[in-house]
């Protein structure tokens, strides 16, 4: 299941919410490429709920560009 990510406009694959700081590391991992941070309020509090890309949802894996355009040069008559 994958949730929309309002921040960059790209599929998460899980959200997660927090009410207090923490620490974020992704240089070794292996399963996320990024997390995008989305600030709200609950009850009063704040909270800001994470967004968890993964490498093949940012296109950090092989993208690939396939520009082919159907030839249409056939107009013999
Ligand atoms: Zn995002």
Redesign the pocket.
Known sequence: MSVH??????P?DSVSVHDRGLMVNLLDNARYR???FEPFERDGRPHVRF?H?THEQVGAGDVELTDAEPTDAESAD
């Open positions: 990510c309002p921040v960059c406009d790209t998460s990024r997390v995008c967004y890309h």
